[in-house]
């Protein structure tokens, strides 16, 4: 039985203090050290997002493309591959970075703006090296208002000119290149089993690329403000004969969940962040011996202090659980808030020589070939995982004394379990059994012997139920004439989703009774042949079962697509509407993204009007150079580029730029529409124009100007305006700027009425209690998608976000729903409390609510 | 000769993401794709800029030559040029004054490379009876075998650098009567 040790009290009471306290926090990043009143502070290389339009920062990708593919396979289907390893990044809604592709590399232009860019042939890999990716930084820190750092200017990742033994639709082809890209935007290896670990740990899959350390390691190097709020840390100091120890891996350990770890700096202190509310053990390992005499340990690049010289990694010691312990029955169990830090989680170790086990990796057999990570189905009867490590076998038998757990329940390594894999007896088996009821997902491990212990994180998977696998893809037509595809086989269940190469194709229908899907293909090239895989949401997809049985689907010959653009020309600085054309193209929104292959041109967002014709706001750095770049623009796999799309011109002087991001100025959100107001930032405004100096319009319709103060013009949007994209135009004092679009949306919701459940209306007689339901009933929702998606919905009250528990449609009124929710602890208490209803940006007034606390 | 042990299962399309992929090259495989392999002691170094890369350049006192011609300078991706500085972990670490058995590579760039990364990276040391002989370690990075793509695991190599002259001797020959 655990000894649960409840340390809140501590936390708490450390909570003001860390909030003046600053300890080193190294996680996985390429690491300086400062040295202030002889404590180390940990400066990392990172990308300066204020130096980057929209936060967001562009990957570009050569259009040269690998000399040699694996049979079938194709640039666009590489490209697909590198936009969803992207996306897995850009996804992280606790961190502020945006990575977004740029187009193929505009070759020989100067870019001013950090940017990253994927080759392949362009650098030369020898014999033995088949992908490079890293940043490159400037020598020295600056700071802002995040900190110091030291600025990354540009990345590489290097995929090399052959991949013919690497085809695109693999794993571990998609897998690379998030870990590269990984690099690029900053983060090291890690030894917690995440995307970015070695392969010891390494334990992600397609399905979840990204495990909860490597979105800790992003967020904490790019916080988002909701980081902080919705994350605990565990803060402490790694001692051995109570001096610190530098690089040792500090690990939280959710246990039958997730793992985030950090790394020590020279004096051993620590901070674990990124932590989702839960309860964690604690523990410290050393990390592994690196791959050659002179690299740090695990081949982390070594930090280097202020002169340039690495800092070495710290003595081995023996892994231990906090409090100091190597058995997991005695270790703390700490409860995590958000918000909340632990400070003084310290851990005395003790020194050792050479590690006895490292380098773990497993492996299972849902079908004629291996799996790794493993993933065991508990109603299969393959209950059982193969390891390899350094120390777990000795002369084809497991070492003398090797013990294995599993932490955190589920599932129970046999009492006669560990042996030698009969097939392959240089690999370890383990034997498992199963509670019953237990739960699904990543499982961790702890082998001991000779008094050392190895803990893997998510050492295997816990699933359900078999992979999924293709039998057949049939194309086929729907009755609007779209293409279509029949993919017929097993396993295939309502949340499995169909891959061709790396795009998502939408699932238009399931048949019931034999689970086939039938789907609608991303936009395709013409005659591109698709790998198409079945993905599980528990991490399991159908290459597990038919692995090198590829089902594909080819695309119809068809015309080559081409593209053209307006304006041909743009200055340095501006902002800018562009108009896109394109023959034999099928545009599509959600599928058409585009770029224009430099840091310095980015698009701010595109609009696709019609399957040949998009617009698009694009942002030029006001330091670019003089040149002219490509367009690229890419729908699902088709490709249409035109060469020196763009003539980037000298700046304007006292010319005029509209910032497209025009707000809604009563709820401050970028959200305005027709009858309401609008503020709209303007570079180049002179002093003390009026706003009948100021000429505005949307659609060629008049704006009446409302005021004109510190380079922002209020307006009003002109009534008659449809919804959708519009175009803004703006002339003052003889100049005039650059028309932009902007989205007109919907009119905000109105909150109609707030009640309790029995349906009595909030009063002063009847107010709503902390902890309990209250309906709210909305008008004006104008997305009646949002029943299906109900976190598009955010009821604000008191201070405090909440999402809906469920939307529900009012019989017989138009577009009036019930929202449900449960008013969270934390809102504030008291007759008057704010709650608006924000369906995306579009924010209702607010209603004055009475609410008391909880009786 | 060699003391080496691989092993390698067949995968379901999966395998580890570093920042460093590579190919494990058997020993015969590291002979016959180097252009050269060198005895040699690290005089030097310093970082350049390539294009979009740094390159620490190694300038060599060649000791011994094995194989091929023997270049006097050697670059490792990564490294300090200028302000600017660019790191891949896992990268071969060379240290000033230290001597080294080196697999070499020089690409149309003209570039000579470690062959490998790591893999081609030995330290050499003298054992008691004076027989040299170089060792690294296993590496921590991606191997994918070639035959297969599929990943699989490393293990430390030690060979003895007589046996190494002989081998590189026979694959030579070998390569001659092919011809």
């Given at each position: 039985m655990s000894r649960t040790r409840t340390a809140r009290m501590a936390a708490l009471a450390a909570l003001a203090l860390c909030l003046t306290t600053s300890v080193a926090s190294?996680?996985?990043?390429f690491v300086h050290y400062a040295t202030s009143d002889g404590t180390y502070q940990t400066v990392p290389e990172k990308f300066?997002?204020?130096?980057l339009p929209n936060q967001t920062l562009l990957y570009f990708v050569s259009?040269?493309?690998?000399e040699s593919l694996a049979p079938g396979d194709s640039f666009s289907a590489i490209l697909s591959q590198i936009r969803m390893a992207a996306k897995a990044w850009s996804a992280?809604?606790?961190?502020a970075l945006r990575f977004e592709f740029g187009g193929l590399s505009a070759p020989d232009t100067v870019q001013t703006t950090p940017g990253v860019d994927v080759l392949f042939g362009e650098v030369e890999l020898p014999p033995g090296l088949i992908a490079l990716g890293g940043p490159i930084s400037r020598s020295a820190p600056i700071s802002n208002g995040t900190g110091s750092f030291v600025p990354i200017t540009r990345s590489v990742l290097v995929l090399g000119k052959d991949l013919s033994q690497r085809p695109s639709h693999t794993e571990a082809f998609f897998l690379t290149v998030v870990h590269e890209l990984g690099h690029a935007l900053g983060l090291q290896h890690t030894?917690?089993?995440?995307?970015?670990?070695?392969?010891?740990t390494r334990s992600t899959?397609?399905?979840?690329?990204?495990a909860a350390d490597d979105a800790a390691g992003i967020s904490s190097l790019y916080?988002?403000?909701v980081f902080a709020r919705s994350t605990g840390s565990i803060a402490g100091r790694i001692t051995t004969g109570g001096r610190g120890v530098h690089l040792a891996s500090v690990v939280a350990l959710e246990p039958a969940g997730t793992a985030v770890s950090t790394l020590t700096d020279p004096d051993g202190y620590y901070r674990i962040v990124g932590l989702a509310p839960g309860q964690y053990y604690v523990y410290a390992h050393p990390l592994p011996p690196g791959g050659?005499?002179?690299?740090?340990?695990?081949?982390i690049v070594l930090p280097v202090d202020e002169a340039g010289n690495e800092v070495p990694a710290g003595p081995l010691f023996e892994t231990t659980f906090?409090?100091?312990?190597?058995?997991l029955s005695e270790a703390t169990v700490v409860t995590v808030h958000a918000g909340e830090v632990f400070e003084a989680f310290d851990l005395a170790v003790n020194g050792r020589g050479?590690?006895?086990?490292?380098g773990v990796t497993t492996y299972s057999f849902p079908g004629n070939y291996a799996v790794k990570p493993a993933f065991i189905?508990?109603?299969?009867?393959?209950r059982f995982l193969v390891a390899a490590g350094?120390?777990?076998?000795t002369d084809n038998a497991p070492s003398a004394g090797l013990r294995a757990t599993v932490v955190g329940g589920s599932a129970t390594v046999l009492e006669?379990?560990?042996?030698?894999?009969?097939?392959?007896?240089s690999y370890l088996q383990l034997d498992f059994s199963f509670n019953p009821v237990g739960g699904e997902g990543p499982r961790h491990l702890t082998f001991s012997l000779n008094n050392d212990l190895y803990v893997l994180p998510a050492a295997f998977h816990l699933v359900r139920s078999k992979p999924p696998s293709i039998a057949s893809v049939t194309p086929s037509v729907d009755e609007q004439g779209n293409a279509t595809a029949l993919i017929s086989g097993s396993?295939?269940?309502?949340s499995t989703r169909i891959l061709f190469d790396g795009l998502p194709a939408k699932v238009a229908?399931?048949?019931?009774?034999?689970g086939d899907l039938t789907v609608i293909p991303p936009v395709?090239?013409?005659g591109h042949r698709a790998v198409i895989t079945a993905v599980d949401s528990d991490g399991q997809n159908s290459l597990f079962l038919d692995g090198a049985a590829l089902r594909t689907y080819t695309y119809d010959d068809a015309e080559v697509p081409s593209i053209s653009m307006t304006p041909p020309a743009l200055p340095a600085g501006s902002e800018a509407m562009v108009e896109i054309t394109g023959v034999n193209t099928a545009f599509s929104a959600g599928q058409t993204i585009a770029g224009f292959?430099?840091?310095?041109?980015?698009?701010?967002r595109l609009w696709?009007?019609?399957?040949g014709r998009l617009l698009a706001n694009v942002h030029t750095s006001?330091?670019?150079?003089v040149a002219s770049v490509p367009l690229t623009v890419v729908t699902g796999f088709q490709i249409a580029t035109q060469g020196a799309a763009l003539q980037i011109q000298a700046p304007v002087p006292g010319g005029l730029s509209i910032?497209?991001?025009?707000?809604?100025?009563?709820?401050?959100?970028p959200s305005v529409y027709a009858g309401g107001r609008a503020s709209a930032k303007i570079a180049g405004l002179p002093a003390?124009?009026?706003?009948?100096?100021v000429n505005l319009t949307i659609d060629g319709m008049a704006a009446e100007v409302l005021a004109v103060e510190e380079g922002r013009v209020l307006f009003v949007v002109p009534e008659a305006l449809g919804t959708g994209p519009a175009i803004l135009r703006v002339a003052a004092n003889g100049h005039e700027a650059q028309p932009v679009v902007v989205e007109i949306d919907p009119a905000p919701p109105i909150i109609l009425s707030v009640a309790t459940r029995g349906g009595i209306v909030l009063g002063p007689a009847w107010p709503g209690r902390v902890g309990s339901d209250l309906y709210v009933t909305v008008a004006g929702?104008?997305?009646?998608e949002v029943v299906a998606e109900p976190s598009r919905v955010k009821i604000e009250l008191g201070g405090v976000s909440h999402a809906p528990l469920s939307i529900a449609p009012v019989a017989g009124e138009q577009d009036v729903y019930v929202l449900r929710f449960t008013v969270g602890a934390g809102v504030q208490t008291g007759t008057d409390v704010p709650l608006t209803v924000a369906v995306g940006c579009r924010v209702s007034a607010p209603v004055l609510t009475p609410i008391e606390a909880a009786r | 000769m060699v003391s080496r042990a691989t092993t390698a299962f067949l995968l379901a399309g999966l395998a580890a993401a570093q920042c460093a992929t590579m190919e494990y090259l058997s020993p015969d495989a590291m002979i016959d794709q180097s252009t050269a392999i060198v005895r040699a002691v690290v005089l030097d170094s310093d970082g350049r800029q390539h294009g979009p890369m740094v390159y620490t350049h190694f300038k060599l006192k060649i000791?011994?030559?094995?194989?091929g011609a023997a270049p006097l300078e050697i670059v490792v991706p990564g490294g300090t040029a200028g302000s600017l500085r660019q790191t891949f972990a896992g990268a071969p670490a060379l240290v000033k004054g230290s001597e080294y058995l080196l697999f070499l590579w020089t690409g149309s760039s003209g570039l000579t490379h470690v062959l490998g990364f790591a893999q081609g990276v030995y330290r050499v040391s003298v054992g008691a009876g004076g027989e040299m002989t170089a060792a690294r370690p296993a590496s921590a990075e991606v191997m994918l075998d070639?035959?297969?793509g599929m990943q699989m695991q490393d293990e430390p190599v030690q060979l003895r650098l007589a046996d190494l002259r002989s081998r590189v001797a026979s694959r030579a020959s070998a390569k001659g009567r092919a011809q």
């Open positions: 190294g996680y996985y990043h300066d997002l204020a130096a259009p040269s493309g690998p992280v809604e606790t961190s030894l917690t089993s995440s995307v970015m670990s070695t392969e010891v899959t397609r399905s979840k690329p990204l916080p988002a403000p050659q005499s002179g690299l740090g340990p695990a081949d906090h409090p100091g312990t190597k058995t050479p590690l006895d086990i490292y189905n508990v109603n299969g009867p393959r350094k120390g777990l076998i006669d379990g560990v042996k030698a894999y009969p097939t392959a007896p396993n295939l269940v309502k229908s399931q048949d019931e009774t034999n395709g090239s013409p292959g430099s840091s310095d041109v980015s698009v701010r696709v009007t019609g399957p006001a330091s670019a150079q910032d497209p991001d025009i707000v809604n100025p009563v709820t401050g959100q003390g124009l009026t706003p009948a100096e929702m104008a997305e009646p | 000791l011994e030559q094995l194989k070639p035959k297969t």
